[in-house]
Nanobody, 121 residues
């Protein structure tokens, strides 16, 4: 499974961005999609996840501001980011795992995109 992210960019604080993650390959075998981010000199952290049944989970830092969703064919996953703040600045990565149920640990994900930069000033 190949993951390709898009939609990053630079915005002012309070602005919005929508990230997309397109899967190429056997996407139907994926049971969990996740968005992670990594700021300079910080560890990669989980932001949001969505499971095959549509259930979602969010990091406390983004609850109420970010929304993860996927299309019915499960080929594309989006991360809608509203009320962005400078602390949201990071490289954002899409990830996927075949095992049922999501995880907050990057080590549990076997498929990763190349990342897309989000900068909030």
């Amino acid at each position: 499974v190949q993951l390709v992210e898009s939609g990053g960019g630079s915005v002012n604080a309070g602005g919005s961005l929508r990230l997309s993650c397109e899967s190429r390959g056997d996407a139907m075998s994926i049971n969990c999609w996740g968005w992670f981010r990594q700021a300079p000199d910080k560890e990669r952290e989980g932001v949001a996840g969505i499971e095959s049944d549509g259930s979602t989970s969010y990091a406390d830092s983004v609850k109420g501001r970010f929304t993860i969703s996927q299309d019915s064919a499960k080929n594309t996953v989006w991360l809608q980011m509203n009320s962005l703040q400078p602390e949201d600045t990071a490289m954002y990565y899409c990830a996927a795992r075949r095992v049922l149920a999501c995880s907050w640990s990057p080590a549990d994900f076997g498929y990763w995109g190349q990342g897309t930069q989000v900068t909030v000033s």
